[in-house]
């Protein structure tokens, strides 16, 4: 074990008091138990983060940077005898450039609070995952992470400008530009997007933002007698050409799950919800003709904000309402969107096949299904049954063109399966890049492939 006393100086804080850090040692993700660390750095600056990284590599400590602990999938979950570089206390929006429409962030910024401090100057920060609320910008950058309305804006991807990065060894980067474009080298911007962690520490985020709109866009919510139904209706709106400011899907034991933790009025006849919003009101209307074609029971057509904040808090609620329900396995897949009927249909038979209970809900409209597998809360372990049915989901996403993961990341979970959507060769490139950014393996080992 690694001399503490030599352990540096920093203006944050080190916790090593195992009561403590033990509630660091797990994320969102049920079915993955974390470790005890040897210690838990509460980052107050990038040159914490640095001193830390640099007395891990020099004494061979494992490193896992954690943010706000939202993830689903085990990849801020502690290893034995690491040391957890936290960067929640790194909260500060450093600066807002209305001329040129970025931002820049610590790492630690909650995603809310950023889009909150940027509409003060008429913008907005698109990129809103279901956590919003409570997920860090650091952790939403390791995970590539989407949100509600990715249909139409994209993902975190494409709002980053660049990055302040802390590597292994602690030396300090800078990858990026505040321009529009610029290609000088590689870009390691985006190349960090989504590694997890696994490749350097992000601690400051500069981002791209856009001005709010003008006039705020009309909700449609529809019931549909069965899910398949509803994403059929997914699949006819994007034919149409019309690109959704949101298209999310709830399946009937989503609404039930929800409706259990805080009740909303879930009507009998409704095994499937629809929610989608138009830019404009030609838009809308173009997707609630679609919904009545494909056989809603009621389309709703609002322009009222505060309407459209109360269906959309149903859908937000859905992941507490899966963890009110017991423990889960949470999933992430995606489909090309003409596939989701498909999708949602082979959902329906693993579910049956196994007596499993999977709820879903989507992100539809860009085909980001989460079906999340519940088991009873006192089995400490993961049923075979659970791990049977997942097998069959991601080979079923696989299937029809699609992938493991659309922005909860592999992590730990999904390690398993990486070999059936990635190929040999690939994998050794992602090795040999992890080698070059790590080359001793310390830094989040084991997690994202």
């Known amino acids: 074990m690694p001399d503490m006393q030599t352990f540096p100086r920093i203006t944050g804080a080190v916790l090593t008091d195992p009561e403590i850090t033990a509630g660091y040692s797990v994320d969102r993700c049920s079915p993955v138990r974390g470790a005890q660390p040897l210690a838990v750095v509460l980052a107050a600056t990038t040159e914490d983060v640095a001193a830390v990284a640099s007395w891990c590599y020099a004494n061979d400590v494992v490193m896992v940077p954690?943010?706000?602990?939202?993830?689903?999938?085990?990849?801020?979950?502690?290893?034995?005898?690491?040391?957890?570089?936290?960067?929640e206390k790194m909260n500060a929006v450093l600066e807002i450039s209305a001329a040129d429409q970025y931002a820049r962030a610590e790492?630690?910024?909650?995603?809310?609070?950023?889009?909150?401090?940027?509409?003060?100057?008429?913008?907005?920060?698109?990129?809103?995952?279901?956590?919003?609320?409570?997920?860090?910008?650091?952790?939403?950058?390791?995970?590539?992470?989407?949100?509600?309305?990715?249909?139409?804006?994209?993902?975190?991807?494409?709002?980053?400008?660049?990055?302040?990065?802390?590597?292994?060894?602690?030396?300090i980067i800078r990858t990026g530009r505040?321009?529009?474009?610029?290609?000088?080298?590689?870009?390691?911007?985006?190349?960090?997007?989504?590694?997890?962690?696994?490749?350097?520490?992000?601690?400051?985020?500069?981002?791209k933002l856009r001005p709010v709109p003008p006039v705020p866009p009309t909700t449609v919510a529809s019931s549909f007698p069965d899910v398949v139904s509803a994403a059929t209706a997914v699949a006819a709106?994007?034919?149409?050409?019309?690109?959704p400011a949101m298209m999310e899907l709830m399946d009937r034991r989503t609404l039930e799950c929800v409706n259990d933790m805080r009740p909303f009025g879930l009507e009998d006849e409704t095994t499937a919800m629809l929610i989608g919003q138009g830019s404009t009101p030609e838009d809308a209307a173009v997707i609630a003709?679609?919904?009545?074609?494909?056989?809603?029971?009621?389309?709703?057509?609002?322009?009222?904000?505060?309407?459209?904040d109360e269906l959309l808090a149903v859908r937000r609620a859905a992941f507490h309402a899966y963890e009110?329900?017991?423990?889960?396995?949470?999933?992430?897949?995606?489909?090309?969107?003409?596939?989701?009927?498909?999708?949602f249909a082979?959902?329906?038979?693993?579910?049956?096949?196994?007596?499993?209970?999977?709820?879903?809900?989507?992100?539809?409209?860009?085909?980001n299904l989460h079906?999340?597998?519940?088991?009873?809360?006192?089995?400490?372990?993961?049923?075979?049954?659970?791990?049977?049915?997942?097998?069959?989901?991601?080979?079923?996403?696989?299937?029809?063109?699609?992938?493991?993961?659309?922005?909860?990341?592999?992590?730990?979970?999904?390690?398993?399966?990486?070999?059936?959507?990635?190929?040999?060769?690939?994998?050794?490139?992602?090795?040999?890049?992890?080698?070059?950014?790590?080359?001793?393996?310390?830094?989040?080992?084991?997690?994202?492939?």
């Not at 590539?144 to 990715?150: K, M």
């Not at 919904?291 to 309407?307: I, L, R």
């Not at 809360?377 to 049915?389: F, H, K």
Request: with cysteine; charged share 20%.
């Open 324 to 343: 009110y329900a017991g423990n889960m396995f949470s999933e992430d897949v995606g489909v090309p969107r003409s596939q989701l009927p498909a999708m």
């Open 237 to 243: 709106v994007v034919g149409t050409g019309v690109v």
């Open 289 to 308: 003709r679609e919904f009545e074609a494909a056989g809603a029971h009621y389309v709703v057509v609002s322009d009222d904000p505060a309407e459209a």
């Open 178 to 207: 505040r321009t529009v474009k610029g290609v000088t080298g590689y870009d390691l911007t985006q190349l960090l997007c989504g590694s997890e962690g696994t490749l350097g520490i992000v601690t400051e985020v500069t981002v």
């Open 346 to 367: 082979r959902l329906e038979e693993i579910s049956a096949k196994y007596g499993v209970d999977i709820p879903t809900c989507a992100h539809a409209g860009d085909g």
């Open 107 to 171: 790492a630690g910024v909650l995603n809310a609070d950023l889009d909150e401090a940027v509409r003060e100057h008429g913008l907005m920060y698109p990129p809103d995952p279901s956590s919003y609320e409570i997920c860090t910008i650091g952790g939403n950058v390791a995970t590539n992470a989407g949100g509600l309305r990715c249909v139409k804006y994209g993902v975190t991807r494409e709002y980053l400008l660049g990055l302040t990065v802390v590597l292994p060894d602690g030396r």
């Open 371 to 449: 079906p999340t597998l519940i088991y009873p809360r006192d089995q400490l372990e993961v049923p075979q049954a659970i791990w049977d049915a997942a097998d069959e989901v991601f080979q079923a996403a696989l299937d029809l063109g699609g992938t493991l993961t659309g922005e909860h990341g592999v992590g730990v979970l999904k390690a398993r399966w990486v070999g059936d959507e990635l190929s040999e060769d690939v994998l050794g490139l992602h090795r040999a890049i992890k080698a070059a950014w790590d080359p001793k393996n310390l830094l989040n080992p084991g997690r994202a492939f």
């Open 66 to 87: 954690r943010g706000a602990g939202t993830g689903l999938a085990g990849g801020a979950s502690a290893l034995t005898g690491c040391v957890i570089i936290s960067l």
